[in-house]
């Protein structure tokens, strides 16, 4: 990320917002000092955010802040110079846990709530609204809770919606409905999952993996789904009734399988997804799981091809928590040289050959906490990682860090099941709590 200007990067750190100013001109390759770190203040740090943060071209950025005993679920715009843009509570009762999604040339703002609620707001007006409720463009109720992101069709005339039961929706995003017009296109004519993947100590608020979609040259695209009981499905979405057109059963899967019983595991595999399904240049699917092993800790992540409808590869994801980690909840990352990372909540980010899984580097004694948010990857070749301590005796540190993709080589031992830090690159600088203004 070379920069003729000041740079931004935003990062949810515990319960707040941090704004990070990179001032120097040049990469992004000694940490910040405290007078380029800055917080947001104001009603933001009263609300945690579980979600990230979603930017649009103009430089304005949006969060969903949920909703607390004194507050209720707000949606909060910054312009880009970090002034308020405009803030929209909800109501009362309701609670919205993850990122909205900008779409129609930035001017609408979807968002989804724990109660199965869909706004669309509009994104630009800065307030004063009056009456505050005219922000909202138009809302529909759907039957159970929304616990995942959205996704837009290629042309955002639909956006595609997940809820907690296990359906798949397709929902017309324009501002006024003609002709009888339903605000639905199509529903998925059966639950599609287990509905949500299990709670584990102290991750007990999980979400479903969210909706992803591949431009194929049509309006509306292919649409793609992990589910809470191990399966990868595929639709074809034009028309008035969506064709399944992708069923993979990662629990059937020879490879799968025998890698499973390989590592000490008995019985036949039971996975669970929770990660965001990463979709690489060359079309196939990484899919990340949750930890699914019955001897030990046991978590994959696969390459799919969905055009052939085969699995192309699965490597093992190592943990520092041993058995009782949560395995992966975060999406993989892809970068231009062909690599793809895993980002195991146990400590360990693990970057592998997208085209064979095979392991070329890892880290991990670097690592200071769990790592619950997709890292980001910078122009050049930086790993920005979010880490954060768990609920269950404040477990790890919340920090942020960057990391060389292209590093010395740390290793992990399989027989001994311990990291091995000969030979590997420290983070080039990371922000600690201590740096950082302490939340109110």
Known sequence: MTRNAATKL??????????????????????????????????????????????????????????????????????????????????VGDDSKVPPVLGINSTRLFVTTDNGLIYSMDAQTADPVSPASARIVWSYQLSAGIRSQVALSPDNSVLYVRTVNGLLYAIRTSDT????????????????????????????????????????????????????????????????????????????????????QQFGNFGNPSISIEAPIAIGSNGWLYVATRNFGTSGAFQILVALDPVAGTLKWCSTVQTMDGASTLGMIAAPILDRAGYVYATEFGHIIIQMDAATGEERRVWATVIPGKLCQTPSLTEDGLIIVGTSSTSVNNVGTTSVLALRSNGALGSWDPISQQFSSSGSDPALWEITPSQLETPT
Not at 18 to 25: E, R
Not at 49 to 55: L, S
Not at 221 to 240: D, E, H, P
Request: positive net charge.
């Open 10 to 91: 935003l990062c949810i750190l515990g319960v707040q917002i941090q704004l990070i100013l990179f001032h120097s001109v040049g990469q992004i390759l000694s940490s910040p000092t405290l007078t380029e770190i800055t917080a947001l203040t104001g009603q933001t740090r009263l609300t945690p955010i579980f979600g990230g943060v979603t930017i649009a071209p103009s430089g304005n950025y949006y969060v969903a802040a949920a909703a607390t005993f004194q507050n209720p679920a707000m949606i909060r715009s910054w312009k880009g110079n970090d002034s308020v843009n405009w803030s929209y509570s909800l109501p």
């Open 177 to 260: 409905l003609s002709g009888g017009q339903s605000r639905i296109v199509w529903s998925s004519p059966a639950n599609l999952s287990d509905g949500l993947p299990p709670t584990q100590g102290g991750h007990t608020y999980t979400q479903n993996s969210p909706p992803v979609v591949i431009d194929d040259g049509t309006a509306t695209g292919k649409v793609y789904i992990a589910t809470a009981n191990g399966k990868v499905l595929g639709f074809q979405t034009s028309g008035s009734t969506p064709i399944q057109i992708l069923t993979i059963n990662l629990n059937t899967q020879a490879a799968i399988i025998a890698k499973f």
